[in-house]
């Protein structure tokens, strides 16, 4: 019973393609999180939704779209992929926006060539 | 940017306790602190958070100094699987937007 997954754990896939990572978490929670962790494994947030709805977007390219078609899941669309863009990227879920005990998924690994 | 500073790395050997120091000199009344780390190739997972008081949980505990600039976060008897990188986390309480901002954390090492 994985509380936060998911797919695909590795990707690798050629510049300027369109890729997307999906997370699904089975916690009842309401808030959902997107994070990027760097060659130098600096974690970044990315995004968060609460209730399907976008409440942080932090300074990230517009070629990174988030989707929350319910709150159970929040998917990550990546457009023209670029070499920069090679990171592991975490989904995280929390209770609520405020009480910030999050339950971060087993990442994927993205290669860019 | 972080609001927190850790020593970059620590060794422990196992059975004994981990102390992981934390200094959060700046931090505001009503922000907490969270604990997180992160086992190699793995997500972050919380351990603990407080606000003033001394927290213990099943992992860990946590000792927040009284003027709150700085905390301990101790694991009473190490176990190999406790290596890992250990974040400390003043929670960004700006708006209505909570967001956990990680530094560079702790790389604590424990040895048979």
């Known amino acids: 019973d994985t509380a936060v997954s998911q797919t695909p754990k590795y990707l690798v896939t050629q510049m300027g393609n369109d890729k997307s990572i999906k997370c699904e978490q089975n916690l009842g929670h309401d808030t959902m999180y997107w994070y990027k962790q760097d060659s130098k494994k600096f974690l970044k947030i990315m995004f968060s939704?609460?209730?399907?709805?976008?409440?942080i977007n932090e300074t990230v390219p517009n070629r990174f779209s988030p989707k929350s078609p319910d709150k159970a899941h929040l998917n990550l669309h990546i457009n023209s992929l670029e070499l920069g863009d090679s990171a592991v990227y975490f989904c995280?879920?929390?209770?609520?926006?405020?009480?910030?005990?999050?339950?971060f998924g087993p990442g994927t690994r993205l290669t860019v060539l | 940017d972080a609001k927190t500073t850790q020593p970059p790395s620590m060794d422990c050997a196992e059975g004994r306790a981990a102390n992981l120091p934390c200094n959060h000199s700046?931090?505001?009344?009503?922000?907490?602190v969270y604990w997180y780390r992160q086992i190699h190739s793995q997500g972050p997972q919380y351990i603990i958070h407080g606000l003033k008081n001394n927290e213990t949980n099943e992992m860990a505990s946590l000792i927040i100094t009284e003027d709150r600039k700085s905390s301990t976060l101790i694991l009473p008897h190490a176990t190999l699987r406790d290596t890992a990188v250990y974040y400390c986390?003043?929670?960004?309480?700006?708006?209505?937007?909570?967001?956990?901002?990680f530094g560079k954390g702790t790389l604590l090492t424990v040895n048979p």
């Open positions: 995280a879920s929390s209770q609520d926006p405020i009480y910030n005990e999050q339950f």
């Open positions: 700046t931090i505001s009344g009503n922000e907490y």
């Open positions: 986390i003043v929670l960004n309480s700006g708006g209505s937007n909570y967001k956990l901002t």
């Open positions: 939704y609460n209730n399907k709805e976008l409440i």
